[in-house]
């Protein structure tokens, strides 16, 4: 392990060096979860970063008034996907709902990263 930096720094020259940690979870079934920690707060990481977007989850009030347009523009919808061709052929399958929740937690698994800021990544 290098503690130093000093081969980081040889390396990749300027930077950001973060500690990382796992995290085992072990469920009531046996299997084991593995989260993945980056430290960006300690090492100033955060401070230099600038966000653009940030991604902001919907309010239990937006999925209801979302679940109401779909609910009133219903026949409309319908009628759209005849006209282009993609209804499904029961009609019966068009009139049913079928509400799907997401958990977005562990979303951000991937961090694309651009070749010129690589050497914040370490």
């Known amino acids: 392990m290098i503690r130093d930096g000093q081969w980081l720094r040889e390396r990749f020259g300027s930077g950001t060096i973060s500690r990382m940690a796992l995290i085992q979870k072990q469920k009531d079934d046996g299997r084991v979860k593995n989260r993945l920690g980056v430290d960006m707060l300690r090492s100033g990481g955060n401070a230099r970063a600038t966000v653009t977007e940030r991604l902001v989850l919907p309010r239990v009030i937006d999925v209801l008034e979302a679940a109401r347009r779909l609910y009133k523009h219903h026949e409309a919808f319908v009628a759209l996907a005849q006209k282009e061709g993609w209804a499904t052929e029961d009609q019966q399958q068009m009139s ?10 562990d979303a951000f698994c991937h961090f694309p990263v651009a070749k010129e800021e690589v050497s914040n990544c370490v």
């Open 96 to 105: 049913e709902w079928e509400l799907v929740g997401a958990d977005l937690q």
